[in-house]
């Protein structure tokens, strides 16, 4: 049975999970949603007994049934080979009486690359019999660009063109970046935050003249956020995943509630266990954990969401957002799919910069989430505790949630904290945190000073890129983008 996938602002057009994957976005600007693949339950037993190979299987299998299981299989086995520098992918450990999710184990050391050392894969099955070349056009506020460069970098028929706030990321998120090497890569900060790059790289996606001339050079955009539904899906397996490996240690057994505390500011992350959630995985709370940028602490506090409000920089580049994208799917599902509502929604936010949900609907979003936020002296106290305390360095992102976290009493269910990145991208502020005095001293000093204190290695491909050659310099302002996306796409599918 072909599942289908539509806007979540009109039902009114349907299209294949490989469609939705090319094309990113709807057409509407909605993001496309499925109504029955999210129907399905997971066999948990047989979760609980599978590797992380067999469980992304399942998931990709469940959610985007219109790829062949062959298909599935082989873009799983490619993505989760040994560019993880574990086979567990994402392991879980021991923190506290909680416990840590690793999501930081691939190429770029954050947890976007468990979806986009996949993404590439699945674009590429999609693509068959397409014809035309794909630009993936992305907004990054630091982690998303360096993983979608190192996925798509030499994927044939594609080029990346990635979007950063220039001067708003780790001094290791902009290296990472514009070191990139590759023929079908092209990297640009901007004047502007992340919000900025991400309503520009939206505006680029409607701009039906620029499809037009793209169209004439046989190139087509695609995106490589969590708003293209191919960046979500494959996230949802690590949530299985942190389930079965507490089933193995005998921390739970099947069947028990297990809450999640996860940072983010997208939503894509949190979704991700919604979607789990709704597969099937005994989910307890879902904990939201923000920065000072706390617009969606707010929002589930109060039922209204509100982006009019100062743009705060914190040492949580990655989560310094005020327009949380994947909220809006999350409406979707929340109104039972009311794709007129959900519009309504998202033209007062785009008008108004703020919508307001009903009392009902908020009650019935906090029977799943939680929330919290912490200051950047609350997070620097946690990295110092949870290191003094515990023996286990944490980045600032992870900070945030385990403060958040720490918050809740435990209701008696387990509880795992997503760790989004490893501490050696945010070394500075990591330092800082431990006690040292880091004026002076430039990102690779502090991460020797790092390691040295800590005697936690800093993985090599961060290490390595006191080396590597920049090879990037643009800047632009938002007004630039198109002409920057144009000007790539030229070069790159000349
Ligand atoms: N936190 C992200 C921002 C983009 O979000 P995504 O969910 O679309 O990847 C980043 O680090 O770039």
Redesign the pocket.
């Known amino acids: 049975m072909t599942t289908f996938y539509h806007s979540t602002r009109s039902d009114s057009e349907t299209v294949t999970s490989k469609q939705a994957i090319l094309a990113g976005i709807a057409p509407d600007g909605g993001l496309y949603v499925s109504d029955d693949a999210v129907r399905n339950k997971l066999d948990l037993r047989a979760v609980c007994q599978e590797g992380y190979h067999q469980i992304a299987r399942r998931v990709l299998g469940t959610l985007l049934p219109d790829f062949t299981e062959q298909e599935v299989a082989s873009c799983v086995e490619a993505a989760y080979a040994d560019n993880f520098d574990t086979p567990a992918v994402t392991p879980l450990s021991p923190l506290g009486t909680d416990w840590l999710l690793e999501l930081y184990h691939g190429p770029t050391c954050?947890f976007?690359d468990v979806a986009l050392q996949m993404l590439p894969r699945l674009m590429s099955v999609a693509r068959k019999g397409e014809g035309r070349n794909v630009m993936i056009v992305t907004?990054?506020?630091?982690?998303?660009?360096k993983a979608a460069l190192a996925g798509f970098a030499g994927v044939p028929g594609t080029g990346v063109t990635v979007f950063y706030p220039d001067g708003k990321v780790s001094d290791v998120q902009h290296l990472q970046m514009v070191t990139q090497t590759g023929d079908n890569v092209a990297v640009c900060g901007i004047k502007g935050t992340?919000d900025d790059a991400?309503t520009q790289v939206k505006r680029i996606f409607a701009d039906r003249d620029l499809a037009g001339r793209l169209a004439a050079q046989n190139v087509m955009l695609s995106s490589a956020?969590?708003?293209n539904v191919g960046?979500l899906v494959p996230q949802v397996t690590y949530y299985f995943s942190a389930y079965a490996q507490l089933v193995r240690t005998g921390a739970i057994v099947i069947g028990d509630e297990v809450d999640f505390c996860v940072p983010t500011?997208?939503f894509?992350?949190v979704l991700a266990g919604y979607y789990a959630k709704l597969l099937g995985l005994p989910v307890g709370k879902l904990v939201v954990a923000s920065n000072s940028n706390k617009v969606l602490t707010d929002f589930l506090t109060t039922g209204t969401y509100d982006r009019r409000r100062d743009f705060v920089k914190t040492i949580s580049p990655?989560?310094d957002?005020l327009v949380s994208?994947?909220l809006e799917r999350m409406l979707y599902y929340l109104t039972d799919g009311d794709c007129e509502a959900v519009a309504t929604y998202m033209a007062d936010l785009a008008q108004k910069g703020c919508y307001t949900i009903s009392k009902d609907l908020l009650a019935k979003l906090r029977q799943t989430f939680d929330c919290g936020f912490a200051t950047d002296d609350e997070t620097r106290q946690t990295i110092r505790d949870t290191w003094e305390k515990d023996h286990v360095l944490i980045d600032t992102h992870t900070a945030v949630a385990r403060h958040v976290l720490g918050r809740f009493a435990p209701e008696g269910r387990r509880r795992v904290c997503l760790s989004t990145a490893s501490p050696y991208k945010f070394s500075a502020d990591v330092l800082a945190a431990l006690g040292t005095d880091v004026s002076g001293l430039d990102g690779f000093a502090c991460m020797d000073r790092l390691q040295a204190l800590t005697g936690v290695a800093a993985p090599a491909q961060l290490s390595g890129l006191r080396d590597a050659p920049v090879l990037h310099a643009d800047v632009c302002d938002m007004d630039g983008m198109t002409a920057f996306v144009e000007g790539s796409c030229n070069r790159i599918f000349a």
């Open positions: 954050a976007k907004a990054t506020s630091g982690d998303t660009g992340f991400q956020n969590s708003i960046r500011g997208n894509g992350d990655s989560m957002i994208s994947n």
